[in-house]
């Protein structure tokens, strides 16, 4: 038992103090002021918990509500969600879209309707005009500049937008694009019909709002609602009809802080969040009820406290007489409980300071495993240099044995170039820690791969190891730091070196090509990896001890996600082998000068 529980069980053995004895002439007054003072104290905490108690019941059934009201929409959002992909592979469809015979189009969108039981269902053509609709007025309507059409053609799978047609009207449609043999003919356009839900919601008596991510009503059971943030609806517009019954309960019925005042009356609010683009269900609950139950309880009470007053003389008699044992019993407990609590005081201090001495060695521990890690990196970053210059300056003697100058010199030029890189690992390395690079300009992935290539060429000579690289005519242009991105493509090579060393005919394939975006593929025919999911983590490696420190995958990773890409790996389905892969944006033509500028 804790000095509280202590402290909690010592109260209600403490006698009234102030009574005097039995034989005083005024004590029966006395004890009929004290049960009175207790009487309304009693009523007071009986009618806050009991209010607390049934508005917490009150809030559980409306949390309940809101749960079903989220899954009636999740609901419907993807009954709707659907529609698009089937109608897009719609044979008649996609035959109009080719053959631009429109004339069944209409028709077959509408029985498509009736079966589904969407608002509307309309066929854009590739230019965004309507070729086929459920509404026939919108039939012939340019939709080229609508949030629907613009995001089904750039994503080319079934998008959701919200669409403010004005006068606190929203449109919610669903939309994808017809594509066939790579081909966009069109876009199917389905609107959701969420209206319906609204006036399934406003059948109750309760107030509710649907907000979008940015805090803006999208749905409500008051339309004057939609269109406005909550605190805007709350303080411009009257309350809806739906919980003004709510508003007709006394002032006193609570002493706790509301959630909302509508109309200057309090409310009870409840917030749900809908697990759909950061959408959030809000209700606003009525109180009906709650004072009657509450009132009929308080009834009950006051008359068992006249009950008490007319037994009041017989417990007040034998008060007097168990006072003194009760005094004496409490004097004890609180000695015993005070040397307690000194104890504890005490025990606290000695826990405080040696919680203390802990912080400061963890602290301590956490400096050393940065240091340790930063050490770890330069080493990792410095042995590719080092091992190409080793071997340039065994190729540069055997040269100059032979009487041959000139060919040394072109070794001694490469040995002078990689201290030039090793001085600007050295300068780069602080910006790992860092996210987001500085230094970047317009690169050619060509001429990084044929770098990091040329970089690699002495340790891939060492082993019998088949190099093929497959490098588009037209460059492919990247904004990234040259220096930062060729480390990167000379980690994973030395990663696939070292995944081939056991095998009789190792071969690396390394290719650039670009969509979307740009990408560096390079793959081996290794044993593969084992983990994927512990890849990228810093000192995580499968080599030996002494062959690797477990730090240069992670350190690829944030230099690629510092330029705005992802470096992912995967296993190869046949035949075994890693594959990793570099994702970067692509540089548009349109977009250098700016990003250029940017970069300065």
């Given at each position: 038992?804790?000095?509280?529980?202590?402290?909690?069980?010592?109260?209600?053995?403490?006698?009234?103090?102030?009574?005097?004895?039995?034989?005083?002439?005024?004590?029966?007054?006395?004890?009929?002021?004290v049960?009175?003072?207790?009487?309304?104290?009693?009523?007071?905490?009986?009618?806050?918990?009991?209010?607390e108690?049934?508005?917490?019941?009150?809030?559980?059934?409306?949390?309940?509500?809101?749960?079903?009201?989220?899954?009636?929409?999740?609901?419907e959002?993807?009954?709707t969600?659907?529609?698009?992909?089937?109608?897009?592979?719609?044979?008649?469809?996609?035959?109009?879209?080719?053959?631009?015979?429109?004339?069944?189009?209409?028709?077959?969108?509408?029985?498509?309707?009736?079966?589904?039981?969407?608002?509307s269902?309309?066929?854009?053509?590739?230019?965004?005009?309507?070729?086929?609709?459920?509404?026939?007025?919108?039939?012939?309507?340019?939709?080229?500049?609508t949030?629907?059409?613009?995001?089904?053609?750039?994503?080319?799978?079934?998008?959701?937008?919200?669409?403010?047609?004005?006068?606190?009207?929203?449109?919610?449609?669903?939309?994808?694009?017809?594509?066939?043999?790579?081909?966009?003919?069109?876009?199917?356009?389905?609107?959701?019909?969420?209206?319906?839900?609204?006036?399934?919601?406003?059948?109750?008596?309760?107030?509710?709002?649907?907000?979008?991510?940015?805090?803006?009503?999208?749905?409500?059971?008051?339309?004057?609602?939609?269109?406005?943030?909550m605190?805007?609806?709350?303080?411009?517009?009257?309350?809806?009809?739906?919980?003004?019954?709510a508003?007709?309960?006394?002032?006193?019925?609570?002493?706790a802080?509301?959630?909302?005042?509508?109309?200057?009356?309090?409310?009870?609010?409840?917030?749900?969040?809908?697990?759909?683009?950061?959408?959030?269900?809000?209700?606003?609950?009525?109180?009906?009820?709650?004072?009657?139950?509450?009132?009929?309880?308080?009834?009950?009470?006051?008359?068992?406290?006249?009950?008490?007053?007319?037994?009041s003389?017989?417990?007040?008699?034998?008060?007097?007489?168990?006072?003194?044992?009760?005094?004496?019993?409490?004097?004890?407990?609180?000695?015993?409980l005070?040397?307690?609590?000194?104890?504890?005081?005490?025990?606290?201090?000695?826990v405080?300071?040696?919680?203390?001495?802990?912080?400061?060695?963890?602290?301590?521990?956490?400096?050393?495993?940065?240091?340790?890690?930063?050490?770890?990196?330069?080493?990792?970053?410095?042995?590719?240099?080092?091992?190409?210059?080793?071997?340039?300056?065994?190729?540069?003697?055997?040269?100059?044995?032979?009487?041959?100058?000139?060919?040394?010199?072109?070794?001694?030029?490469?040995?002078?170039?990689?201290?030039?890189?090793?001085?600007?690992?050295?300068?780069?390395?602080?910006?790992?820690?860092?996210?987001?690079?500085?230094?970047?300009?317009?690169?050619?992935?060509?001429?990084a791969?044929?770098?990091?290539?040329?970089?690699?060429?002495?340790?891939?000579?060492?082993?019998?190891?088949?190099?093929?690289?497959?490098?588009?005519?037209?460059?492919v242009?990247?904004?990234?730091d040259?220096?930062?991105?060729?480390?990167?493509?000379?980690?994973?090579?030395?990663?696939a070196v070292?995944?081939?060393?056991?095998?009789?005919?190792?071969?690396?394939?390394?290719?650039?090509?670009?969509?979307?975006?740009?990408?560096?593929?390079?793959?081996?025919?290794?044993?593969?990896?084992?983990?994927l999911?512990?890849?990228?983590?810093?000192?995580?490696?499968?080599?030996?001890?002494?062959?690797?420190?477990?730090?240069?995958?992670?350190?690829?990773s944030?230099?690629?996600?510092?330029?705005?890409?992802?470096?992912?790996?995967?296993?190869?389905?046949e035949?075994?082998?890693?594959?990793?892969?570099?994702?970067?944006?692509?540089?548009?033509?349109?977009?250098?000068?700016?990003?250029?500028?940017?970069?300065?």
């Amino acid at each position: 038992m804790t000095e509280k529980d202590d402290i909690a069980t010592a109260k209600p053995n403490r006698p009234q103090r102030g009574f005097p004895p039995a034989t005083s002439p005024w004590w029966p007054r006395s004890a009929i002021a004290v049960i009175v003072l207790t009487a309304v104290a009693s009523i007071w905490a009986t009618n806050a918990w009991l209010t607390e108690r049934f508005s917490e019941n009150t809030e559980v059934r409306a949390e309940l509500r809101l749960a079903l009201y989220t899954g009636n929409l999740i609901s419907e959002l993807q009954r709707t969600a659907v529609v698009p992909q089937l109608l897009a592979r719609d044979p008649e469809l996609i035959g109009s879209l080719n053959s631009n015979d429109f004339s069944g189009t209409s028709a077959r969108l509408i029985a498509a309707q009736k079966e589904i039981g969407a608002v509307s269902i309309r066929l854009l053509d590739a230019s965004g005009r309507t070729v086929g609709s459920t509404d026939r007025y919108q039939i012939g309507t340019n939709n080229s500049l609508t949030p629907y059409y613009v995001e089904a053609l750039r994503s080319r799978d079934t998008v959701f937008t919200v669409s403010n047609e004005g006068g606190g009207a929203y449109e919610f449609t669903y939309s994808r694009a017809v594509v066939t043999e790579n081909k966009t003919m069109g876009v199917i356009v389905v609107a959701a019909d969420l209206t319906r839900l609204e006036q399934s919601w406003a059948g109750i008596s309760d107030a509710v709002a649907v907000t979008d991510s940015s805090g803006d009503i999208i749905l409500s059971t008051e339309p004057r609602w939609r269109g406005l943030t909550m605190p805007e609806a709350l303080s411009v517009r009257s309350a809806p009809s739906a919980i003004q019954r709510a508003f007709q309960v006394t002032t006193d019925w609570t002493t706790a802080p509301a959630d909302a005042y509508v109309k200057g009356r309090a409310v009870m609010r409840t917030e749900s969040r809908i697990p759909f683009r950061g959408w959030k269900m809000i209700g606003f609950t009525t109180y009906s009820s709650i004072r009657e139950r509450v009132n009929a309880v308080l009834a009950l009470e006051i008359m068992g406290f006249a009950i008490l007053l007319a037994a009041s003389f017989y417990i007040l008699s034998r008060r007097a007489r168990m006072q003194s044992v009760a005094y004496m019993r409490e004097s004890a407990d609180l000695r015993a409980l005070n040397a307690r609590l000194t104890r504890e005081i005490a025990e606290r201090e000695r826990v405080q300071k040696e919680l203390r001495v802990a912080e400061q060695t963890v602290q301590q521990s956490s400096k050393l495993a940065a240091l340790g890690e930063m050490s770890a990196g330069v080493s990792h970053e410095l042995n590719q240099p080092l091992a190409a210059m080793k071997t340039y300056l065994a190729g540069a003697r055997l040269l100059l044995q032979r009487g041959r100058p000139e060919e040394a010199l072109s070794s001694f030029q490469r040995i002078n170039d990689l201290i030039d890189r090793m001085g600007t690992i050295t300068r780069q390395l602080k910006s790992y820690a860092r996210k987001g690079g500085e230094a970047v300009e317009p690169v050619d992935l060509r001429e990084a791969v044929s770098t990091a290539l040329t970089m690699m060429e002495p340790q891939l000579r060492e082993r019998p190891v088949q190099v093929r690289r497959n490098l588009p005519r037209d460059k492919v242009m990247v904004m990234a730091d040259r220096i930062r991105l060729e480390q990167v493509i000379i980690n994973l090579l030395r990663n696939a070196v070292d995944a081939v060393k056991d095998r009789r005919e190792g071969r690396i394939d390394i290719e650039v090509s670009q969509g979307a975006h740009a990408y560096v593929s390079v793959s081996d025919n290794g044993p593969g990896v084992a983990d994927l999911e512990k890849l990228f983590e810093p000192f995580w490696t499968t080599k030996k001890p002494g062959e690797g420190t477990g730090l240069g995958l992670a350190i690829s990773s944030s230099i690629v996600a510092d330029f705005g890409g992802r470096l992912t790996a995967h296993n190869e389905t046949e035949g075994g082998g890693a594959v990793f892969q570099v994702e970067l944006p692509l540089l548009r033509p349109e977009e250098e000068p700016d990003k250029a500028l940017a970069a300065e």
